[in-house]
């Protein structure tokens, strides 16, 4: 639809016409602001906490391990080139032999999820697979947060109370 | 034909003054769009509709997905 309007504009003599190809469902996936009646509604992306302590590929099991304590979470996860979600550094990995590189100790590709995915279908499927936690990231694979069910839950639950609307 | 944008080209170019065009129904347009985007459906889209786009200035376009 948006090639023809781009091209529609042309003809109607405008000369710098662009086309964001991706559209408004690669803005919503990157957990962008937007306006509009939506605006209040749950996403993935506005409830993932974001202080989600992270390192380098190259960086040792033994500096993730200072991050994670500090941070109160339960991983790491291992990101290269502006954010880019390459694995994580779980309970288990982080216990392992401290001068490990992460990109050795790390369980790669973890699940992810994008921002605007519909929050109660995904509560869902995390109970049902027993996941407390998921990595949120954008298109590009760049971390966003990490959702807590918990978290996701409790929001849930009060709009429940309230009214407003989960997606 | 027109240029595509990535994510970042476009807020790139917002931030230096271009104009962002949902060309989605008014009804998609009022319940979701980027922020200060106008809405032109498609279907709409003629000399009276762009009437107060700035033609100096860059416009992007968009809809839903590249679908």
């Given at each position: 639809m948006s090639p023809r309007a781009a091209c529609r504009l042309e003809t109607l003599g405008f000369t710098a016409v662009y086309d964001y190809t991706a559209g408004k469902a690669d803005w919503l996936a990157a957990g962008l602001p937007t306006e509009g009646t939506a605006t209040t509604t749950l996403r993935p992306g506005a409830l993932a906490r974001t202080d989600v302590p992270t390192c380098a590929p190259d960086e040792t099991v033994a500096i993730a391990r200072r991050r994670v304590a500090a941070s109160g979470e339960d991983r790491c996860v291992v990101t290269f080139?502006?954010?880019?979600?390459?694995?994580v550094l779980d309970q288990s990995a982080l216990a392992?032999?401290?001068?490990?590189?992460a990109v050795d100790a790390m369980r790669s590709g973890p699940a992810t999820v994008r921002a605007h995915e519909d929050l109660h279908a995904l509560v869902g499927r995390m109970r049902a697979r027993d996941v407390a936690a998921i990595l949120v990231t954008d298109p590009d694979g760049r971390l966003l947060g990490l959702l807590h069910r918990d978290d996701a839950d409790a929001a849930l639950a009060q709009a429940h109370q309230t009214g407003r609307q989960a997606r | 034909m027109a240029n595509s944008l990535h994510r970042d080209g476009v807020r790139r170019l917002v931030a230096k003054g271009a104009q962002l065009v949902e060309v989605l129904p008014a009804a998609e347009y009022d319940e979701e769009h980027l922020p200060g985007a106008v809405n032109i459906p498609l279907k709409t889209l003629g000399t009276e509709t762009i009437a107060?786009?700035?033609?100096?200035r860059p416009v992007i376009v968009y809809c839903w997905d590249s679908l």
């Open positions: 080139g502006g954010g880019v979600v390459l694995g392992g032999d401290e001068d490990t590189p | 107060d786009l700035d033609r100096s």
